[in-house]
Every structure is written in structure tokens, then in C-alpha cells.
Nanobody, 133 residues
Framework: QVQLVESGGGLVQTGDSLTLSCAAS????????MGWFRQAPEKERTFVAS????????FHADSVKGRFAISRYPANNTMYLRLNDLKPEDTAVYYC??????????????????????????WGQGIQVTVSS
């Protein structure tokens, strides 16, 4: 079992920035793919960004690319999502997620699959981000 706890959300104005944090178990820093998803009011949960265990490969949804940046800091078992130039449409509950990363003789886990929420088996409780107009 992997425990994930989000923090850093809140109420901001259009154009503001903030940083979300996801505190994970020690094991995640070198053995898991980590991701952020969000669920806006009256909408389905959607992919935001993901990062492989090494931190070398990241993916960002088109809707946030250039504004948001995912990163991780293995030394303190924490993953981050920097949200810049926030817009009202960014208002949502943001979820931290994780899945095991592995390599076999046939190759390593395909990071392209990390944009699908069904790929993740561990989830945080979510953190609210509200952007006022």
C-alpha cells in the first residue's frame, strides 16, 4: 500500500500561481510513476501531468502545457505540480496518483500509458484549487 497526501491548494485569482505537493512513501521515489489528475465541477476526472520514477521523463496535458510543471524531489519523497498563470477553468479537485514502475527483459513500463487514470492504483484524497475571475 502506498500513501499519498496532497497539500498546497487554495483560493487564488486569475493569473496567480501556486504549488501543489504530494507526499508519498519512501518507496515511490525510485519505483513508481507519479501523476496528477483533476476533476472540475460537473466534469469527469482528466489527466494533468505525470513523471517517471527517474524524474527524467515528464508528460503534460495540452491544456496545461507551458503553464504547469510537474517535478519530484526524491530526497524528501515529494512530488510537485507548479501551476502558473491560473485560469478559472483550472478550478478543480487535484489528485495525486501513483503506479508501480518496472523493467523486465522485454523492456520497461511504457510512460505513454501514464496519462490514463486506470493505470494508477494508488490515489490521494484530493486537494481543492479554486481560481476566481
Amino acid at each position: 500500500q502506498v500513501q499519498l497526501v496532497e497539500s498546497g491548494g487554495g483560493l487564488v485569482q486569475t493569473g496567480d500561481s501556486l504549488t501543489l505537493s504530494c507526499a508519498a512513501s519512501e518507496r515511490t521515489f525510485n519505483a513508481y510513476v507519479m501523476g496528477w489528475f483533476r476533476q472540475a465541477p460537473e466534469k469527469e476526472r482528466t489527466f494533468v501531468a505525470s513523471i517517471l520514477w527517474s524524474g527524467d521523463e515528464t508528460f503534460h496535458a495540452d491544456s496545461v502545457k507551458g503553464r504547469f510543471a510537474i517535478s519530484r524531489y526524491p530526497a524528501n519523497n515529494t512530488m510537485y505540480l507548479r501551476l502558473n498563470d491560473l485560469k478559472p477553468e483550472d478550478t478543480a479537485v487535484y489528485y495525486c496518483a501513483a503506479r508501480h514502475y518496472y523493467c523486465t527483459g522485454a523492456g520497461c513500463y511504457d510512460g505513454d500509458r501514464a496519462k490514463f487514470q486506470d493505470e494508477y492504483e494508488y490515489w490521494g484524497q484530493g486537494i481543492q484549487v479554486t481560481v476566481s475571475s
